[in-house]
């Protein structure tokens, strides 16, 4: 039986008067990933947000191994989780990637670990030869490949994905692909939004879908009458 990693319950949030998310339960346990669908708009960054801990619920509960995210243990927690936004240059803020991968693994293990585990997941994904560029000059296949690194360098139980293969060209989806399956081997959790629906297909253990602010756990692949995706 597969740990629970990540629980969601009764989640509720809003920017203004009107709530965004509502009434959301979630479960992803190791080794699983869960992927959020739904329209533009519908809320789907949002939610990452709050189950990264990047923002606080109006209403309800989040847990991360079993543990109540809130803001006595937010910061304990949140080096539990990884997280790769939909736009990469939202979280580089380093001089060299180099700097960028190894920056959570060197604050929660120290320089040289934070050094060698860059490294290693740099040759995993096959960036070496980037990391003593600025990542703001990298084109965004690189920028993709740079901001996943960045969030599994300090191995992490739970990865938050965004879009993680928008804008992407065929070579580094598979790149892409090829990480999440491995990384689901090795029984870390994942939630990934997105409109890719060969994605979903090949590597989501669940779908839910995620709609006027609401979330339920269904298949948009079915909504639409489509086949399954190739192995």
Same mark, same amino acid.
């Given at each position: 039986?597969?740990?629970? !990693?990540?629980?969601?319950?009764? %989640?509720e949030f809003g920017y203004y008067k009107e709530p965004?998310?509502?009434?959301? $339960?979630?479960?992803?346990?190791?080794?699983?990933?869960?992927?959020?669908?739904?329209?533009?708009?519908?809320? =789907?960054?949002?939610?990452?947000?709050?189950?990264?801990?990047? +923002?606080?619920?109006?209403?309800?509960?989040?847990?991360? /191994?079993?543990?109540?995210?809130?803001?006595?243990?937010?910061?304990?927690?949140?080096?539990?989780?990884?997280?790769?936004?939909?736009?990469? *240059?939202? /979280?580089?803020?380093? $001089?060299? %990637?180099? $700097?960028?991968?190894?920056?959570?693994?060197?604050?929660?293990?120290?320089?040289?670990?934070?050094?060698?585990?860059?490294?290693?997941?740099?040759? @995993?994904?096959?960036?070496? &030869?980037?990391?003593?560029?600025?990542?703001?000059?990298?084109?965004?296949?690189?920028?993709?490949?740079?901001?996943?690194?960045?969030? @599994?360098? &300090?191995r992490p139980k739970l990865l938050i994905l965004d879009?993680?293969?928008?804008?992407?060209?065929?070579?580094?989806?598979?790149? %892409?692909?090829?990480?999440?399956?491995?990384? =689901?081997?090795?029984?870390?959790?994942?939630?990934?939004?997105?409109? *890719?629906?060969?994605?979903?297909?090949?590597?989501? $253990? =669940?779908?839910?879908?995620?709609?006027?602010?609401?979330?339920?756990?269904?298949?948009?692949? !079915?909504?639409?009458? +489509?086949?399954?995706?190739?192995a």
């Amino acid at each position: 039986m597969r740990r629970e !990693v990540l629980k969601a319950l009764g %989640v509720e949030f809003g920017y203004y008067k009107e709530p965004v998310i509502k009434g959301v $339960d979630l479960s992803v346990g190791e080794g699983e990933a869960a992927a959020v669908y739904g329209p533009t708009g519908s809320g =789907k960054t949002t939610l990452l947000l709050l189950l990264a801990g990047l +923002l606080k619920p109006w209403r309800g509960e989040i847990y991360i /191994m079993g543990e109540k995210l809130d803001e006595n243990n937010a910061r304990k927690l949140r080096g539990l989780i990884g997280v790769s936004f939909q736009n990469p *240059d939202d /979280m580089f803020f380093n $001089d060299t %990637v180099l $700097d960028e991968i190894a920056y959570t693994p060197s604050r929660l293990y120290g320089a040289g670990e934070g050094l060698k585990a860059a490294s290693e997941v740099a040759e @995993i994904l096959g960036i070496t &030869h980037l990391l003593d560029k600025p990542p703001y000059k990298l084109s965004g296949g690189q920028k993709r490949l740079v901001s996943l690194a960045a969030a @599994i360098a &300090h191995r992490p139980k739970l990865l938050i994905l965004d879009e993680p293969t928008v804008y992407l060209d065929e070579e580094t989806t598979e790149k %892409v692909v090829r990480l999440i399956t491995k990384l =689901k081997e090795e029984g870390v959790a994942i939630v990934l939004a997105t409109h *890719d629906l060969e994605l979903i297909c090949r590597v989501a $253990d =669940k779908t839910y879908v995620l709609e006027g602010g609401r979330l339920a756990e269904g298949n948009p692949l !079915v909504k639409r009458g +489509l086949c399954i995706c190739r192995a």
